[in-house]
């Protein structure tokens, strides 16, 4: 009996293959938008952050800045109903002796701090970005005098320049030396506070200026030692320059601040002496809790506020018209 013969694999036909459908294009996906719930909660959260700033200027800061205003124009004394009396403060305090002196000294001291303590702590700021070792060291040290209360400060300094038996006065007496009153002296105290206020305060300033050298591109002094400039000739030409702005802030902020001195003339020198070192903040200090006129120590702070203001305005538009050129 016979067997049908299967036929071989080779020999049998292929199977139809059905052709290859091309790849589906994907789906345009919808564009992502976030929830308007979760933008509405961002937005709020920001504006909350914000508030709480804005709370804390209007609270310490632009009400009492408005109050004093208002006060400027009264009669005022704790414990008494405030008096309309216009412009009467303001002519008690231009008639008083002391207001020519505290304004003098004021500005005095202001200029003082400029010339003696402006270029100081810029030129700290470039010594220590030049040091290659100890340098986390040496800005603890120019630091540590911000970190002492000012107040502390002052009767350090105070105890420094007694004519007794003062540090100042013995070192002097160690080199053969003549002494000195300093702050008891007319002459000499207001030069002594000086010399206080810029060992206190330069800290905070030599870190900002050494942060801004930090910033400036390396290339630049490269190029500059490749054209044979000298060290006077690279700071003058790369280092002022790409400071400029930072140069011109801080000086704004140093004649504010200078113009508002306070701590030096009440702990070391208490305004004298012969009014040599009262101040216009001192001066506001007297009328307030010495002669318990507040109207006046408000017409006065209206006064500083003023000066200080137009000067401010006038600074910013001339550096501004001058970075415009």
Known sequence: MKTAR?????????????????????????????????????????YGFLLGGLLCFA??????????????????TPGSAPRWVGTANFTHV?????????????LVFSLLALVIGFA?????????NELRHARAFFRVVVYLPVMIPPVVSALLWKWFYDPGSGLANEALRFVHLPTSNWTNGSGTALVSLVLVATWANMGGTVLIYLA??????????EAAELDGASVWQRLRHVTVPQTR???????????????????????ITGGGPENSTITVLYL?????F????????????VLLLALLGVFSAFYLRLTRSGEDR
């Open 284 to 288: 506001i200090y007297k009328y307030a």
């Open 290 to 301: 010495l002669y318990n006129d507040f109207g006046g120590a408000c017409a006065l702070s």
């Open 6 to 46: 299967r036929p071989s694999p080779a020999s049998a036909p292929p199977p139809a293959t059905a052709p290859l459908a091309a790849p589906a294009a994907p789906a345009a996906r919808p564009a992502v938008r976030a929830p308007l719930r979760r933008r509405l909660t961002d937005q709020l959260r920001a």
């Open 120 to 128: 100081v702590p810029f030129v700290m700021a470039v010594v220590l």
């Open 245 to 267: 702005f930072i140069i011109l802030m801080l000086l704004l902020l140093q004649i504010i601040a200078t113009m508002q001195v306070f701590t030096e003339p009440f702990v």
């Open 212 to 221: 801004a050298l930090q910033g400036i591109p390396g290339e630049l002094y």
């Open 59 to 76: 609270l310490f800061s632009w009400y009492p800045a408005i109050r004093a205003v208002v006060i400027a124009f009264q009669k005022y």
């Open 94 to 106: 231009f008639a008083d002796p002391e207001f020519a002196a505290a304004w003098r000294n004021t």
